[in-house]
């Protein structure tokens, strides 16, 4: 199996086939990949880059979602006070 192939079955086996068509053709062109070894340590860092940017997204949202509610609160304690 071609260090590509290698690269494109393991992040579809765990989840994390976030690279394009495009992408896996211009790693096979460029040469990148000219190793079963280097398709292993480049799947990992997609896997770590992935599960950093969807954490980071997580707490965003947490972080916001946490202000509205503080801000709602705030509104309500507002209004009893009146």
Request: hydrophobic share 35%; aromatic share 6%.
């Amino acid at each position: 199996m071609k260090p590509v192939e290698q690269l494109k079955s393991v992040l579809a086996e765990r989840g994390y086939d976030v690279i394009s068509e495009d992408g896996y053709k211009m790693l096979e062109k460029a040469k990148i990949l000219t190793s079963v070894d280097q398709a292993r340590v480049l799947a990992q860092l997609v896997k770590d880059i992935a599960e950093t940017n969807y954490n980071a997204g997580y707490l965003k949202g947490s972080t916001e979602q946490a202000f509205e509610d503080g801000k709602k609160l705030g509104e309500i304690l507002n209004k009893q006070n009146k």
